[in-house]
């Protein structure tokens, strides 16, 4: 309990309005938005985040087709190639770009497409046959991480295959975009939608919002004892 209340109150909420649902992906970034990233601990980094109308995280638009001048370099990836806790000119999309201008005799274009294309590698196999490509790529570079991308690709539906059963349409199931922008885990959300409502939710919600015994105990117990269990 000492643990559990050190960690949380260092903490602050990372959640932010970044997504939007998606018609081939199971999320994707939301473009034309700006918000301020918190780390989970407290004082370790603040950091805006802007997408732009093609819904990448980059200060500038990207021609198609592309410049005969250009080399076109597409990222593909989740937290680490978008950039998690740095500024836009600190990820790693942008250094390669700027070092790569000043080595070779024509211009660089990096495009961070991290986040827009999904989250795991079926969205970005998705992400790159639907929409990638259009941007006439040089060079392609996927990153993977061997941690929770493996673990996102388990929570994927196929909605849609094509012949040689390869996915047209990627849902989660295990998240969902709510209206305001939010990733949010579908299980979380339906067990708030079993709360007691009125007055005595209203004193649940004060409570034990603020109880960590209520919180990692006592509402687990009820989940699995009343509403799965069949009680109610």
């Known amino acids: 309990l000492y643990t559990r209340s050190f960690l949380l109150g260092n903490k ?3 959640t932010v309005s970044l997504w939007q649902p998606d018609s081939i992906l199971a999320q994707s970034l939301k473009p ?6 918190n780390s989970r601990v407290k004082g370790e980094f603040t950091t805006i985040v802007k997408t732009t109308s093609q819904g990448f995280r980059d200060t500038k638009l990207f021609e198609i087709p592309k410049p005969q001048d250009t080399y076109g370099i597409l990222m593909l990836g989740d937290s680490f190639a978008f950039g998690y806790g740095v500024n836009v000119d600190e990820t790693f999309s942008k250094i390669l770009e700027s070092n790569l201008t000043k080595r070779l005799d024509k211009k660089v274009e990096v495009i961070n497409a991290s986040f827009a294309d999904g989250t795991t590698w079926d969205e970005y196999y998705l992400f790159l046959k639907e929409r990638g490509l259009a941007f006439q790529p040089d060079l392609i570079i996927e990153n993977v991480f061997l941690g929770n991308d493996i673990d996102d690709l388990g929570t994927h539906d196929w909605v849609g295959t094509d012949k040689e059963g390869l996915p047209t349409k990627i849902v989660s199931n295990s998240t969902f975009v709510s209206s305001e922008g939010f990733l949010l885990e579908k299980e979380r959300a339906e067990q708030d939608q079993r709360r007691i409502r009125g007055f005595l939710g209203l004193i649940n919600q004060l409570a034990c919002d603020k109880i960590y015994l209520c919180k ?6 009820v989940d699995q004892l009343v509403f799965r269990g069949g009680l109610l």
């Open 12 to 14: 602050k909420t990372s």
């Open 32 to 37: 034309s938005t700006e918000v301020t990233l």
């Open 216 to 221: 990692i105990v006592i509402r687990p117990t």
